[in-house]
């Protein structure tokens, strides 16, 4: 069954939902990010243990959006860094059912909710930005590669594939990614010292000062300004990054002894809550006895930060030393 866009515009079949795409058994509350301040600052939000995440979804082709037709547009404007723009919000209607929203603009980051749980196009949703991810997500012949990051009825990015408009990406609504380029697919290979000169650019990259620090933001590159987004843009990771759990997954990085840390080695805390998960990037030992260390990291209530740390060497340190695998030296 068809539902169709009046004045002529393409007409949108109903559209099966993009899966539930989530880590086995692990939901998620919030946004991923790091939070805090001082020698314990910078933690990023561990997803909380849940049952079921979310169900498959199902969309029936027997039913249409409750509310369908043309989306109905709150536009405002806003001021800032990314310049005098129409759309600090905007509302827009949905259609079918059981849409997952996840924690980052990424189709595989966990489940943070479901618009449509229980009715076709029952939930409208209010975006404050998008971001192109330049991967394409297409159900029944739409298409698009934006994701929408919304603040109701729950807060997270859903694919625009899920919003009863004809275009690919929200009206009006700004675009978060630096000039509205596709972010960087991830890059093979690479070098420390490339890592780490990365990692100093958000040092100066805002107007000559320190990038904010931000669990709902993302900075002009397209990466989230916590710690583990930052993180993710110093390896040269897809944009908006991945987080602290998944820096220290095997397909990213190798546990290593502490005493083998290298420039551009990660130590991460993968433990606990926002209130203890954390990662920096280890620059260099600040002495022979291996007491200290120089590192880069994004720290809550206080942003990019290039200073000495202790974390994990202190016996029983949840904080281990991990090596990136995509270093060719």
Not at 42 to 68: I, L, M, N, Q, Y
Not at 167 to 176: A, F, R, T
Not at 261 to 286: C, Q, Y
């Amino acid at each position: 069954m068809t539902h169709s866009i009046s004045g002529g515009r393409r007409r949108i079949f109903l559209r099966r939902v993009v899966p539930a795409i989530a880590a086995a058994g692990i939901g998620a509350i919030g946004l991923v990010g790091c939070s805090g301040s001082g020698d314990t600052a910078g933690h990023d939000a561990k997803p909380a243990k849940a049952g079921k995440v979310a169900e498959k979804g199902v969309t029936s082709r027997d039913t249409t959006s409750a509310r369908g037709g043309a989306a109905a547009l709150e536009l405002k404007t806003t001021t800032g860094e990314f310049g005098t723009k129409a759309a600090a919000t905007a509302d827009f209607p949905t259609w079918g059912t059981r849409w997952v929203v996840h924690q980052s603009a990424d189709t595989g980051s966990p489940s943070v909710g479901m618009l449509n749980k229980d009715a076709p196009g029952q939930d409208r949703i209010t975006a404050d930005y998008q971001v192109d991810t330049g991967k394409k997500v297409c159900e029944d012949g739409a298409c698009s590669t934006y994701m929408a990051h919304i603040t109701g009825p729950v807060s997270g990015f859903v694919t625009v594939v899920a919003v009863d408009i004809p275009q690919d990406s929200l009206p009006g609504v700004p675009v978060q990614n630096g000039g509205g380029q596709p972010p960087k697919p991830p890059q093979t290979g690479g070098t420390r010292a490339e890592a780490l000169q990365r990692a100093a650019t958000w040092l100066t990259a805002n107007n000559g000062g320190r990038v904010p620090y931000s669990q709902a933001q993302v900075w002009k590159d397209g990466y989230r300004q916590d710690c583990s987004g930052y993180v993710s843009m110093a390896l040269g990771l897809r944009a908006p990054g991945t987080n602290t759990v998944g820096l220290a997954g095997s397909g990213i990085t190798k546990p290593i002894a502490l005493n083998d840390l290298r420039p551009g080695d990660l130590l991460i805390d993968a433990s606990g809550n926002n209130n203890t998960r954390h990662v920096v990037m280890f620059e260099k030992w600040n002495d022979a006895a291996h007491t200290s260390y120089t590192s880069y990291e994004q720290r809550g209530d206080f942003g990019t930060d290039h200073t000495t740390r202790r974390y994990g060497l202190e016996p029983g340190s949840e904080y281990k030393p991990y090596r990136p695998l995509k270093f060719t030296d």
